[in-house]
């Protein structure tokens, strides 16, 4: 398996985890119906404080969400307060 392939692999799997712990706020935004949104979570990565963001929007011909983009940084330690 090639490095590009690997770290698909792991950022998908991080997605997937975070899709999961965050299913109750996902839930809520969608029952409120609301067309864009974005969902903040804080975890620990390696060790490591990481900040994520993931982007949601609501498709313009159903009533279909569509995942469309995540920022994550790992924070600094002066950073994790």
């Known amino acids: ?25 996902l839930e809520q935004n969608i029952g409120e119906g609301k067309t864009k949104f974005t969902l ?7 060790n490591q404080a990481m900040e994520t963001m993931l982007h949601f929007k609501k498709g313009d011909q159903n009533d279909m969400y569509f995942f469309n983009k995540y920022d994550a940084r790992l924070l600094q330690p002066e950073e994790k307060a």
Not at 2 to 22: A, G, P, Q, W, Y
């Open 1 to 25: 398996m090639n490095k590009t392939m690997c770290c698909f692999r792991i950022i998908s799997i991080l997605v997937l985890v975070l899709l999961i712990r965050i299913k109750r706020q």
């Open 40 to 46: 903040q979570h804080k975890t620990t990565y390696n």
